[in-house]
């Protein structure tokens, strides 16, 4: 092998050493933002009564449990799972006069989370390729 395709091969093979050293970072930058995304997509879909229940969806740390990288976003409000599943209206008998449906924000959050995956992994494939010159 010539001393120039020998040079082209160190090169070509440092890159590729990059990429799999940059694959922890970018695993928790994908899972960063899809939670991200999922948490605003939620926080869209929470009806404003007072505005408390909106304003306490909180996201959880980013980190790496094994070989994954896990995320999420909670809500600790009293009543939000009956504004996100639904409940049922009694009169003064205790009696059950109706039923309101649920809003399923949370639900509608984490669809809209996976659905942008394929866009952050493509956005953060283009980053790195541009990082590293390929």
Do not use: C
Not at 51 to 75: C, I, Q
Not at 84 to 108: C, D, I, P, Q, S
Request: charge should be positive.
């Amino acid at each position: 092998m010539n001393p120039e395709n020998q040079k082209a091969l160190a090169d070509f093979r440092r890159k590729l050493e990059g990429l799999l050293g940059d694959f922890d970072e970018s695993a928790h930058r994908v899972v960063t933002a899809q939670a991200n995304a999922g948490m605003a997509a939620t926080k869209r879909g929470t009806p404003v009564k007072t505005g408390h229940l909106r304003r306490s969806w909180r996201r959880d740390k980013t980190r790496r449990v094994g070989n994954a990288h896990v995320s999420g976003y909670s809500n600790n409000v009293e009543y939000g799972q009956y504004v996100n599943y639904g409940h049922r209206t009694v009169n003064g008998a205790k009696e059950t006069t109706g039923w309101v449906e649920g809003r399923f924000m949370l639900e509608k959050g984490v669809n809209a989370a996976e659905r942008q995956l394929p866009a952050l992994f493509d956005a953060e494939i283009n980053r790195i390729k541009r990082e590293l010159g390929f």
